[in-house]
């Protein structure tokens, strides 16, 4: 997850807090996002190949934390149980590694995975420290919500579920205009400069909101967000010191879980000025 | 591009990449040069590389720094009342454009090599802190991630010559 370890952290621990036990799949690829530009059925035979790879640890559910790499297998997996003709080629070339699709295999990402499946009461019951006084505005990112047809985490034009868990944290999250801009991520492979402009303009409409902080909730957005904001700040020739944390970092605070484990440390964004709003 | 010929020939491989989308059916209708993250960098707005792919102008594209400068953001797709999905033509044009050996943007084909060299588009990396601090995965507890084996790279070497 391009070195997003705070991400990786803090849904190890939040997810762990909530007796949900994660298998980490082995030998796992890429699962062929960057791989859709140059070659189609290439990325659509990574996105299946991951999907194998958690039929083999024996669950029936697989959790996808990052909203570009949901989408990729998303797309893979109706690829290959839509068209017959491609879906068997893909097979063939699994089945030469020995490894066997199962069209059973759900896909979850971490925000529809805990609003759907856990559930805002059950989620409710393991706050202790609920972020009281805590004002920010989410982030949900495009490819987990775009597009319907495929069967997305959330609605495509009026996204909830991320700011009913922030909520559920005791937290409260604004609304505001510029909430389904895109943070430019996927750009950086081409124009980063371009890339740089959008992130940071983005973050500029999201400062004049006088927030806490922005929450997000996939690491290719906390990348943009958060790691590179300083590059944003002069591609937007502005100071943006705008605390950026995931959700889940969010989550493990009102759980109470210690900072260090949430890799707190780790953000680049200045999130002690979120910190200190948290209720002692 | 107004002194070139439409190529009906390439117009049909991106029809065939395109799988079941229904490029044919754009009207027009401006819905995803309205909501476009990049429309501010685009010299052809995508309504626009819509109808060029419908009268048969793909070479011109295939070539141009247009089709790298889409942000991936899905709007169009979602937005677009007759299926057409401008997202999924850039993608088509790119592919087209890879196996052309037009110019593609580093990026991507480093993604490519590393995927076969290690399994991931980009290796794991240490970081430091704002505080100035380095961690790598080991440092922070994180498990270990396993290689692929070599058959992996066998197979995505097939799949890779797949068109």
């Known amino acids: 997850m391009a070195g997003q370890y705070g991400y990786e952290m803090s849904v190890r621990e939040v997810f762990s807090k909530l007796d949900v036990e994660l298998v980490d799949l082995r030998e796992a690829v890429c699962c062929g996002d960057p791989v859709k530009s140059v070659n189609n059925f290439a990325a659509n035979y990574l996105g299946a190949r991951v999907l194998t790879l958690a039929h083999l640890t024996g669950a029936s559910d697989l959790l996808i934390p990052c909203n570009r790499c949901h989408f990729t297998v998303s797309e893979a997996k109706r690829l290959v149980e839509n068209d017959g003709k491609t879906g068997q080629k893909i097979f063939s070339l699994l089945k030469e590694e020995g490894l066997e699709y199962d069209p059973q295999t759900r896909i979850w990402h971490v925000i529809d995975f805990l609003h759907d499946l856990v559930g805002l009461k059950t989620l409710k019951k393991t706050i202790v420290k609920p972020l009281k006084g805590m004002k920010v505005a989410s982030h949900v990112g495009c490819q987990l919500i775009r597009y319907s047809d495929l069967g997305r985490a959330d609605n495509a034009e009026n996204p909830r579920k991320l700011d009913e868990l922030t909520e559920a944290a005791g937290a409260v999250s604004v609304d505001y205009s510029e909430k389904l801009d895109c943070c430019g991520s996927h750009l950086s492979l081409s124009h980063p400069d371009s890339a740089l402009s959008l992130g940071g303009t983005k973050l500029k409409a999201v400062k004049s909101l006088g927030v806490d902080g922005l929450v997000v909730s996939c690491p290719e957005c906390g990348l943009m967000f958060d790691s590179k904001q300083r590059d944003a700040e002069s591609a937007v020739g502005s100071k943006l010191d705008v605390p950026v944390v995931y959700y889940t970092q969010l989550l493990g605070l009102a759980m109470g879980i210690d900072l260090r484990k949430l890799g707190l440390h780790l953000n680049q964004s200045p999130v002690d000025r979120l910190l200190s709003k948290i209720p002692v | ?163």
């Open chain 2, 1 to 163: 591009m107004s002194n070139t010929k439409p190529n009906l020939e390439s117009k049909n491989k991106i029809l065939t990449k395109l799988h079941d989308k229904q490029l044919v059916n754009c009207f027009q209708c401006i819905k995803c040069t309205s909501g476009c993250t990049a429309l501010k960098l685009l010299e052809l707005k995508p309504h626009e590389i819509e109808k060029l792919v419908n009268l048969g102008f793909i070479d011109e594209l295939a070539s141009s720094d247009i089709i790298w400068t889409c942000a991936t953001c899905l709007k169009c797709v979602q937005r677009c009342p007759q299926k057409a999905s401008p997202y999924h033509l850039v993608m088509a044009l790119r592919n087209l454009a890879v196996e052309r050996e037009a110019k593609v943007p580093e990026a991507f084909m480093k993604a490519v090599s590393q995927i076969l060299e290690i399994g991931l588009a980009e290796d794991y990396r240490k970081i430091t802190t704002r505080t100035m601090e380095t961690f790598d995965r080991e440092a922070l507890k994180l498990p270990k991630i396993s290689v692929p084996k070599e058959s992996f790279q066998t197979v995505f070497m097939k799949a890779l010559e797949e068109r």
